[in-house]
């Protein structure tokens, strides 16, 4: 028993001590710079397994300007959206919060899908799937 105490006299002691220096700091060191790190990223080359000059015209230039892109006129107009309300549903607030799990609608994109099939040709004959 005696020597079980020891031990955790000895463990208790020893992390009381590093405890004590976790505190001190050496002055003489500097701050570090987080912008002083050189990132090294390195270069993939990516193998499409054909050459591409092949299927490229007679003296493609990559760096060319083939079109002047300034030369095009874009043509804006100003929309006025003062009244939205024809567009959104009856009693439509947007500044309403969900008060409950149950009123927020999840939309999943697969939720809508599409039989290929006629499925009345294997359901029983006077089938209601809304019948209690």
């Keep these: ?55 490229l015209p007679e003296g493609f230039d990559p760096y060319k300007m083939y079109v002047d892109l300034n030369a095009i006129t874009f043509i804006t107009e100003e929309v006025e959206l003062n009244d939205l309300s024809e567009f959104l549903p009856e009693g439509f607030d947007a500044y309403a919060a969900p008060t409950d799990v149950q009123s927020i609608n999840f939309i999943d994109e697969n939720d809508d899908f599409e039989i290929n099939f006629n499925t009345k040709k294997h359901l029983p004959e006077g089938f209601d799937p809304y019948i209690k």
Excluded: C, Q, R, W
Excluded at 5 to 10: E, H, M, R, T, Y
Excluded at 18 to 43: C, L, M, Q, R
């Design 1 to 55: 028993m005696n020597k079980n105490k020891f031990i955790l006299s000895i463990g208790t002691g020893m992390l009381l001590v590093n405890g004590a220096f976790a505190n001190h700091t050496d002055d003489n060191v500097k701050p570090f710079d987080i912008s002083t790190i050189e990132y090294i990223e390195e270069e993939m080359e990516i193998d499409l397994g054909f050459d591409t000059a092949e299927y």
